[in-house]
């Protein structure tokens, strides 16, 4: 059987990956008391007084909902909020394994943007984060904007955020690896939704000040009209030599290249037309871009893609556990900018630097340490910028 064979029969036989199981034991009468009527009532009471005790009375303080309205599933698109809960399921059977965060899944039947937000705002109280998942741009980024808004707890758009804050995380220490500064390296990003303009803004913040952004249409540039509000504010922090044209046309002489648009539409002649020691990371998945063994033929000195089964892997698995894992713990009213920054300098500080090199620039999903790494450094970004309550 293929993998996708065998996947489709065990989801038969799982009927659901995850499942609800209870923190407390009712076997008495007076079990049942204490956990239901009339005992329940105490701590009814008192969050009624004081919401905030909500907290520490229930489990909201570990619990995440994982929304979507199935626009933008993995590389499937719009395929509807019933058809993308395997996908929902099984990010929080993640959170689970590896930041012991619990989650469940929320599939909401609408792609209007006021509805979508109202909804998830009168669920609100029910968690203590939310993860925005698979939500088609330019929608995602309103829906989370006006969250973060209207809503005292975390909103993290995983695309956007946990793709930008690895990517951060792998350059930082494959420029070092190559020997060039972020401030002056020349970066390319191909894809021109989401993840990638968030990786170009945070790119933008962890220091890089060459960027060009290249969508279907060709280079961003502050030049030319945009319908896209979205292409519109990252051609303005973009592009300051104005340069035109298409992929390749960016790619000349680029020390890097970073792709979460389609496959294979990179070729070998365009890797080897960037600079020496160049770093390509060919994100799109299940196929990236252009695969690791030609990019290396033409030329690249490193390369990371989001698949497991070639060195480097660029996966959203190595931030959002901890990121959520820490910003609970702190009870954080938001992920800000500052929390994300430290979550890219931890991630990269896990790899030594005396085992720094062209196949280890990235710690594994799998590293047991990661999600608390992370988790410790957002909690003391989080005290430090003023949003965590304790």
């Known amino acids: 059987m293929t993998i996708g064979e065998e996947a489709l029969k065990k989801h038969a036989e799982w009927q659901g990956k995850i499942e609800v199981t209870s923190r407390v034991r009712v076997e008495t009468r007076e079990d049942l008391s204490l956990a239901y009527t009339p005992g329940v009532a105490e701590p009814c009471l008192a969050i009624r007084k004081n919401p905030d005790l909500s907290f520490t009375l229930t489990r909201r303080h570990n619990l995440v909902a994982v929304v979507t309205d199935g626009t933008a599933v993995l590389g499937l698109g719009d395929i509807g909020p019933e058809a993308g809960m395997p996908v929902m399921e099984g990010k929080c059977v993640l959170f689970k394994r590896f930041a012991d965060v619990d989650a469940f899944p929320l599939c909401v039947k609408s792609k209007d943007v006021d509805e979508i937000v109202r909804t998830v705002y009168l669920l609100s109280g029910s968690f203590g984060g939310i993860n925005l998942e698979d939500i088609s741009a330019p929608r995602c980024f309103e829906i989370e904007r006006r969250l973060q808004e209207i809503c005292d707890i975390p909103i993290f758009h995983d695309d956007q955020h946990g793709t930008a804050i690895v990517v951060a995380a792998a350059l930082i220490n494959a420029l070092k690896v190559v020997g060039k500064e972020i401030s002056e390296a020349r970066v390319v990003i191909n894809g021109a939704g989401a993840a990638g303009i968030s990786i170009g803004k945070h790119l933008l913040r962890m220091g890089v000040r060459h960027l060009v952004m ?18 519109r504010e990252m051609a303005a922090l973009t ?13 000349l002489g680029a020390d890097v290249m970073i792709g979460v ?21 060919p994100m799109a998945n299940p196929t990236p871009e252009i695969m690791p063994d030609q990019a290396l033929a033409a030329g690249a000195e490193i390369v990371g893609t989001g698949r497991s089964d070639f060195p480097n892997q660029i996966n959203n698995l190595l931030a959002f556990p901890g990121i959520f894992k820490g910003a609970l713990a702190c009870r954080a ?58």
Not at 214 to 229: K, Q, T, Y
Not at 239 to 251: T, Y
């Open 239 to 251: 592009n300051e030599e104005l340069v035109h044209g298409d992929l390749s046309a960016a790619m």
């Open 261 to 281: 648009s389609a496959p294979n539409i990179v070729s070998k002649a365009m890797v080897a037309s960037m600079a020496p020691r160049a770093v390509v990371f």
């Open 333 to 390: 009213r938001r992920i800000n900018e500052e929390m994300k920054a430290a979550a890219s300098l931890a991630l990269a500080g896990m790899i030594p630097e005396n085992e720094r090199n062209r196949e280890n620039i990235i710690p594994s999903p799998l590293d047991p340490r990661v999600a608390d790494t992370v988790a410790a450094a957002v909690m003391r970004a989080a005290r430090e910028s003023g949003v965590a309550r304790f």
């Open 214 to 231: 290249v969508d279907r249409a060709g280079i961003l540039s502050r030049d030319i009209a945009a319908d896209n509000p979205a292409h």
